[in-house]
């Protein structure tokens, strides 16, 4: 049975490329060992899925931001994005790339609780 990993990001992905990318980079590994990979975006990390935010945004090796987000999307991976950041900051459905989903914390909780590794950044 695959393990379950949730990830966490709360950073600004112009601010920590690296990070963002680390993480995507991460999941995009998890994914391709047939694990269930959850992202969950809080805080400036909404800005992630804002279309065209990051679009040619890359750190170093890594393959840039939107290639590594519309990978994991396209392998499954699943992307929620916090419900009352989203709103701080005035960012709706329709200013996102397709795939991902608007929840609140009851999701966050309970994928938490249910994931087998939860890692936070």
């Known amino acids: 049975m695959a393990d379950k990993i949730v990830y966490v990001i709360s950073r600004d992905p112009k601010e920590y490329t690296e990070v963002v990318s680390a993480v995507f980079a991460q999941a995009l590994t998890a994914l391709a060992f047939d694990n269930e990979c959850e992202i969950f975006l809080m805080g400036e990390a909404v800005n992630i899925v804002k279309k ?6 890359k750190f170093k090796e890594f393959e840039s931001v939107d290639t590594m987000v519309g990978n994991y999307i396209e392998m499954e991976g699943k992307l929620f994005i916090c419900h009352p950041s989203s709103d701080a900051r005035d960012l709706h459905a329709d200013d996102c790339i397709d795939g ?17 590794a939860l890692f936070t950044f």
Do not use: C, H, M, Q
């Not at 065209?52 to 945004?57: I, Q, S, V």
């Open 52 to 57: 065209g935010a990051t679009e040619g945004l």
């Open 100 to 116: 991902v989903e608007f929840v609140n914390a009851s999701k966050l909780l309970l994928s938490g609780k249910a994931s087998d």
